[in-house]
């Protein structure tokens, strides 16, 4: 279908979707009460037509089709809006309401926390808000801290989470029986992928249960390695802060006879961020990341490359996600460790790049000068407040998510899709993985950005 000469506009029709659930505590609670929003009692709000969501208002996942396919992408998906709704399914004096983060620090966490309490408390009328300290064995091991708009106050102004973060210690039925104990009825839980894996099991097990109670999930990751929403809060004030590196590892390499910046940056499995600072910086030669495999020696390999660069340039700049390149380094059995969580635990590839790259040119030009700098900015990026737009990403992000508990909704997590907020099921993201797609456009645009060699030859030695 050639739709180039069209001068007039074409009517298609929307292709079929599947629209994904959203679990609702009635669902298994058939009798709860249904309550007018309280927000119709708050002087400064007029709603205006529309400004309720109803079940009926959806976001489609894919909006980007071929119209000249007869075949629709499949699976179209289409996920509830999120959003104010009519009623709530709360008594907001019955409220006890309990916020836990997990795993890795990430920029906007506190927002987070601090935009839980003041929607919660202000917008709903909640009065009993708890902070749970170091993640998920919290529930279990700590005294819940109670939470109020003056205390959280200035908390988006600082990076971290103040209510103490873990790895590890995921125990089903006592953090369940925690819940009970203490009588919380909505749960929100803020942290990355595990996170999601275990809040998944947590909404499991309530419903198996049949609790009065709301569990919904906050998806923060700093690696932005999270699927189906568009990213993750404090991914763009990471990618931000990672420029200083870049930019202190251009000047050094600039400044040197035949010098190399090498910059490590986080992403276990994903290297978004290693990807978005090498576009946003324009001056890196060459960006590795863990889905894109490479190699030094030999045609198309790496130290040609460079050997190419510094010819040309008299420097070059090379970033590196902390998960490429894993298995060349050479690990002992001792070196197979696994964290609390069970992730695998890295091998610096910076320094092991570093310690490479020394050595091909003693071997390959030893009477000429030669520097790498090596920069591993690690907990630099993630462990500050979150920039104006995550602030206000994070903001956005936990209103929704008290819209939806306060009208039922459970077992969900809230997320921009599209730029529209949305609840997704909670299951359906846990096992959502964004990776860098190497075959899409964004790759091959830092390809086109580098000249970096694609590492596709298969006769290199
Ligand atoms: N499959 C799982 N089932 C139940 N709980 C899990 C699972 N995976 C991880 N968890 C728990 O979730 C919490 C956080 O997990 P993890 O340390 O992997 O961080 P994360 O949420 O993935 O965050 P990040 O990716 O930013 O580090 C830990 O308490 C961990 O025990
Ligand atoms: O906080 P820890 O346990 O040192 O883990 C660091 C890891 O956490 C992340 O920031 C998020 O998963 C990774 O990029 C990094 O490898
Ligand atoms: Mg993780």
């Not at 919380?184 to 947590?202: H, S």
């Not at 996600?321 to 969580?341: F, V």
């Not at 040119?361 to 920069?375: A, C, G, Q, S």
């Amino acid at each position: 279908m050639d739709l180039d000469s069209s001068t007039t506009a074409t009517e298609f029709p929307l292709p079929p979707f599947t629209l994904a659930p959203l679990p609702h505590l009635s669902d298994y609670l058939p009798s709860l009460p249904s309550l007018p929003n309280p927000i119709d009692c708050i002087p400064f709000y007029h709603q205006s037509a529309g400004f309720y969501i109803a079940s009926s208002d959806v976001i489609l996942r894919h909006i980007v089709f071929d119209l000249s396919s007869s075949a629709p992408p499949s699976p179209l998906i289409a996920y509830h809006r999120a959003g104010p709704r009519r009623t709530v399914r709360f008594d907001p004096s019955a409220v006890r309401a309990a916020i836990v983060t997990c795993g890795g620090l990430c920029p906007g966490i506190n927002t987070v926390i601090r935009e839980l309490v003041v929607g919660l408390w202000e917008i709903y009328g909640v009065r009993q808000v708890f902070g749970v300290p170091s993640g998920y064995p919290g529930f279990y091991s700590a005294d819940p801290v109670p939470l109020d708009p003056k205390m959280v106050d200035s908390w988006h102004k600082m990076g971290g989470t103040a209510l103490t973060t873990s790895r590890g210690g995921f125990d089903l039925g006592k953090i369940v029986d925690a819940i009970e104990r203490h009588g919380f009825n909505q749960v929100y839980c803020i942290g990355g992928d595990g996170t999601m894996r275990g809040a998944a099991k947590l909404y499991e097990e309530i419903r198996r249960r049949r609790l009065y109670v709301s569990l919904m999930g906050i998806p923060k990751t700093v690696d932005n390695d999270i699927g189906i929403i568009d990213r993750s809060f404090g991914f763009q004030t990471a990618v931000e802060m990672a420029q200083h590196a870049i930019n202190a590892a251009h000047v050094e390499a600039e400044s040197a006879v035949n010098g190399i910046g090498l910059v490590k940056l986080m992403g276990r499995s994903a290297g978004h961020i290693a990807l978005h600072a090498t576009l946003s910086s324009r001056d890196v030669d060459c960006c590795l990341i863990p889905e894109n495999d490479f190699y030094l020696e030999g045609k198309g390999g790496l130290l040609e490359f460079l050997d190419q660069r510094l010819k040309k340039n008299g420097h070059a700049v090379l970033v590196v996600a902390e998960g490429a390149g894993q298995d060349m380094i050479p690990r002992t059995e001792a070196q197979k460790e696994m964290d609390e969580s069970g992730n695998p635990v890295f091998l610096d590839v910076g320094a092991w790049l570093k310690t490479e790259l020394k050595g091909w040119w003693e071997r390959e030009h030893p009477d000429e000068l030669f520097t790498v700098k090596y920069i591993d900015p690690t907990y630099m990026i993630r462990a500050v407040p979150a920039n104006a737009t995550d602030n206000l990403y994070c903001t956005l992000l936990a209103h929704s998510a008290i819209h939806g508990v306060m009208a039922g909704y459970t077992g969900f997590v809230s997320g921009p899709i599209n730029g529209i907020y949305g609840y997704i099921p909670l299951e359906e993201v846990a096992v959502a993985k964004n990776l860098v797609d190497v075959k899409d456009h964004k790759w091959a645009w830092v390809r086109s950005v580098t000249n970096q060699p694609d590492f596709l030859q298969t006769n290199h030695p």
